[in-house]
């Protein structure tokens, strides 16, 4: 009997397992375009071949960071980094700079992410994010996922405090209320609590 065909399945760095002429069972982070070519085994198991990181929109990066256990693995530069980065939720952001000495694997593991953790990858733009994530994706075994447009793309839509960005010209029921109009897209989403959790951001 011959060995059944390749099968292509969504699945952002997991592997899935499946009794002969069952479908495999997998999971997913998200609808991104993560793909994994996957082969069914003399055994009946479905091993993964080949994986490739998940890219995802910032509302479904914020729901992995909540509730998937996800690190926040920003790639920017050190001053970048410290001038403004995400505080909410709290402890999962991790400054990853470019520059440092070593592989991507060891670099990582050098600021704290393991291959079996969950990680989003965040660049500026998202581009730095894609190549790393492409470079680690075959050796990662947690799941794996780089945010679409990276760091600008997620400060549309967030706050640093984790708040959603309010629309300019909204009013902002803070204590003190003040019009954001007319300000940047930054600034505007900057209310009392949030700058206190910008000032804070050295804690976590």
């Known amino acids: 009997m011959s060995s059944p ?16 002429g069952r479908p ?24 993964k071949a080949e994986a490739h990181p998940s890219f995802v929109a910032p509302d479904d990066a914020m729901m992995l960071l909540k509730t998937r256990s996800f690190k926040f693995v920003d790639l ?3 001053d970048e980094y410290d ?4 505080t909410k ?8 700079p470019p ?12 600021c704290g992410v393991a291959v079996n953790n969950n990680a989003l990858l965040v660049s500026q733009d998202g581009v730095v ?10 050796q990662w075994t947690g799941e794996l996922a780089v945010l679409e447009g990276g760091y600008a793309a997620w400060r549309e839509v967030w706050t640093t405090a984790g708040r959603r960005v309010p629309p300019k010209g909204r009013w902002m029921p803070t204590g003190t209320e003040a019009l954001k109009s007319g300000l940047n897209v930054g600034d505007a989403a900057m209310s009392y609590e949030e700058q206190q959790n910008v000032e804070d951001a050295t804690k976590y």
């Not at 001038?83 to 995400?86: A, C, G, N, Q, T």
């Not at 520059?99 to 050098?110: E, V």
């Not at 994010?129 to 075959?138: C, G, L, T």
């Open 89 to 96: 939720p709290p402890r999962c952001s991790v400054n990853v």
């Open 99 to 110: 520059g440092k000495p070593g592989d991507p694997i060891s670099r990582l593991a050098a």
């Open 76 to 78: 920017r530069p050190s």
């Open 129 to 138: 994010a894609k190549n790393v994530a492409d470079a680690i994706a075959a």
């Open 24 to 47: 495999a069972l997998v999971s997913h982070a998200s609808q991104g375009r993560s793909r994994c070519r996957c082969r069914t085994s003399r055994r009946g198991f479905t091993t």
């Open 5 to 20: 065909a390749a099968l292509r399945l969504p699945v952002p760095g997991s592997v899935s397992m499946s009794l002969r």
């Open 83 to 86: 001038s403004e980065h995400i």
